[in-house]
């Protein structure tokens, strides 16, 4: 870390802060200012503190602030979903409906996303709908009637948690536990997340920074869990054409930092069913490790996200039509 003064600012005081917390300061004084580069795991600084001291112009970190997600993926220990490991699954396909709405409904689109290649089948159960009059989900009958149709279709099974109140229930009843848009900085749910015997999808906030998502990630591995996947879902921007703007820029930088996968969800992003099947295979094609897509049998039925659903004839084409960027 390089912290830049102004050349009459006195930095004797900085120094020795630093020096007691352990790190190495060398200081250079030039004509107009002062640089002190700081040499150390300096991962527990904090800029905006350090800017705070007078005469303090600029601090600038030359390394990551991660001390987990930037690490090599252990080879003894690769991630595995259920029995099998992940890398043999990849471009992995989660597919479902926004929301587990019966168990009929869940059962008869587990039959036709798995006819068609999928290998998790999606649906909330607890749902954190921006108006509180909304469908809320049906809470944990809904992963009941998820982990049958999953099981029935040799799926397995995939849902958004909530409240860390409910993990030893996720952690029976699901095979991947989703951390939505929404509580990407919910950090006490993070935290028990750690703790969790499940691996976690995490996906990203949509005003979220990916750094910022990728330090949602770091508390996950910081607590103890190793097994997390990375989901690019959209982010706010100015355009308002589409729901959100899918930032292939931050799915493909994401990947250059960490060896974790990263996967991507079009259908929240594009907000559209008629966009989904060409983001995904731009997706696929950039070298996403697999897709999240809502599928419904009838969207205009659907409680939730039916515009950006595809219907599984749709579906089915996309699954056809990704097989060309994945060889
Ligand atoms: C979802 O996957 O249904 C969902 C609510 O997504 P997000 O958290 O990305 O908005
Ligand atoms: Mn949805």
């Known amino acids: 870390m390089i912290i ?9 005081e900085l120094e020795r802060d630093l020096h007691d917390k352990g790190y190495v300061v060398h200081t250079l004084k030039g004509d ?17 503190a350090l800017n705070a001291h007078d005469g303090v112009v600029d601090v600038i970190r030359t390394k990551e602030p991660y001390r987990y997600v930037n690490r090599p993926l252990p080879k003894e220990r690769p991630l595995r979903i259920g029995k099998r490991r992940f890398s043999e699954m990849t471009p992995f396909i989660i597919a479902g409906p926004c929301a587990v ?32 009059h909304s469908f809320q989900g049906l809470e944990r009958e809904g992963l009941i009637h998820l982990r049958k149709a999953a099981d029935e279709a ?43 015997k499940k691996p976690v999808l995490l996906k990203r906030g949509f005003a979220n920074t ?42 493909l930088y994401a990947k250059q930092i960490t060896e974790l996968p990263v996967i991507v969800d079009p259908s929240h992003a594009a907000g559209d069913y008629r966009l989904v099947e060409g983001l995904s295979k731009a997706s696929i094609a950039a070298g996403a490790d697999g897709l999240m897509i809502e ?4 969207p205009f039925q659907a409680f939730s996200d039916g515009a950006q659903s595809l219907k599984p004839k749709r579906f089915e084409k996309l699954m056809r039509a990704i097989t060309a960027y994945t060889e």
């Not at 008869?108 to 509180?132: C, D, E, M």
């Not at 949602?216 to 959209?234: F, K, Q, T, W």
């Open 4 to 12: 830049i003064l102004d050349v009459d600012a006195s930095t004797e």
């Open 32 to 48: 107009t200012h002062v640089l002190l580069y700081v040499m150390g795991d300096t991962t527990e600084l904090e800029s905006r």
């Open 101 to 132: 709405e019966s168990a009929e409904q869940i059962a008869k689109i587990a039959a036709t996303v798995a006819k068609a290649g999928a290998h998790a089948l999606r649906g909330g159960a607890f749902k954190p709908r921006t108006s509180p």
């Open 154 to 196: 040799g799926l397995y099974a995939v849902s958004e948690i909530t409240d860390k109140e409910d993990l030893s229930f996720f952690e029976e009843h699901v095979d991947i536990i989703q951390v939505g848009a929404r509580n990407m900085q919910n950090y006490d749910l993070l935290k028990a997340l750690g703790k969790a």
């Open 210 to 251: 990916v750094e910022e998502w990728l330090l949602s990630a770091e508390y996950l591995l910081m607590h103890g869990n190793p097994d997390v996947i990375l989901c690019e879902r959209g982010i706010r921007t100015f355009d308002s054409a589409t729901r959100h703007t899918l930032d292939l820029n931050g799915m």
């Open 295 to 298: 599928v419904h049998n009838n």
